[in-house]
DNA sequence: GAAGTATTTCGATACTTATAGAAATAGTCT
DNA sequence: AGACTATTTCTATAAGTATCGAAATACTTC
């Protein structure tokens, strides 16, 4: 199993099947080995088209292919297909999927004991360093150069905490975010 | 969740991401929720290019956009990666997944009592009925129109039973498969 | 080796679409 | 209301590619 895929395999893989005919030939070969000849009587296309779309199946991994007396026998490479579904899935995951990676042990601890397993602040430390790790805990649900209405941050933070209007304040009190004189618009500052 | 998955929907849905750039965006979109003019400069296009892959992201439910003072957000939809890639999983499962699905209550009960859960077959009935049953378990591991050597008939054989000598006899005998007089090649019989 | 078969390669065409720039639109701020 | 901003729509262009038919290739059979 590869390492990790490069971008632009993945792109490749997804152009490929972004094609009705190719995708029903994977269909069709889902089921059974076909020959080239079979393919093409099922899609109503001549055999040169039938061969370019084996050929760029096969460079993408998803198709073998092999000799049977005169024919060609095609068939699918189920691998292959649940391979690429299962990055899809790892993709997919919840929120905050970068940040929790570059944790530090000590803000990976804060965070199992001050918060619950889906994210939500359970009670707020008293020293200073842990509340500021939930509060860099909180910051990646704002986008930088944004401005945010009041009610439209706490929508946000509710996600975290029912007590918004303190979350709030607190973020302004430790410099993470700025709010604007008048209007009330709330923005994550930029860090350094 | 959608009961059923048109196949234009499925090609939509991977064309859409079978562009670099719009991959790249799927890619951004994951971390966090970004504006138009963010993706704008974080790929180097312009903001109608940028308007264009967002319309055809959203077209196939993978981004959604909600509106922030002046900026429009645009966030991703997992729901629907993960979906696909369930529905692609269900896909690549083994083999014949399609005659798994017409069987009649009797066939299914036979080869339920006849093989193991992996499609083997455990023992061979003596009632010529339930017999044919299990051939034609087997018989969609060969192609129409295709002249199999004897050895590779026994090799597709020796996947449901280890006497493939016997298999191989009976597919003749019940008329599923026939024999070529000289060369020793198998070809699957048409059916009606 | 000669004849027969399936498949691939090549050349040409038609269709799709990614992209940029300009103009139009929609929404927000004062 | 009027000024300002981000986004979308429109138009045109360039690049990519699905498709076919013909010729070339590869392999099997006798």
Avoid at 12 to 33: D, S
Avoid at 89 to 99: F, H, T, Y
């Amino acid at each position: 199993m590869e390492r990790d895929k490069k971008t632009s395999d993945l792109v490749e893989f997804f152009k490929v099947l972004g094609e009705p005919n190719r995708l029903r030939i994977v269909g069709l070969l889902a089921q059974r080995a076909y020959t080239a000849e079979q393919l093409g009587a099922a899609l109503g296309v001549g055999a040169s088209t039938v061969s370019h779309h084996l050929t760029r199946l096969a460079r993408a991994g998803l198709v073998s292919a092999r000799s049977e007396s005169y024919y060609n026998l095609y068939s699918l490479q189920t691998n292959a297909l649940s391979d690429m579904a299962k990055t899809l899935l790892a993709q997919a995951q919840p929120v905050r999927p970068e940040s929790e990676q570059e944790l530090s042990d000590y803000d990976r601890k804060v965070l199992a004991t001050f918060t619950t397993t889906d994210g939500r602040i359970k009670t707020f430390p008293m020293q200073e360093r842990k509340f500021r790790v939930l509060l860099r805990h909180i910051l990646p649900s704002f986008s930088h150069g944004v401005r945010y209405t009041e009610k439209r941050v706490n929508e946000i933070l509710s996600k975290y905490n029912d007590d918004t209007a303190r979350l709030r304040r607190w973020l302004v009190d430790f410099g993470y975010m700025a709010r604007e004189g008048g209007g009330g618009k709330y923005w994550r500052v930029d860090e350094k």
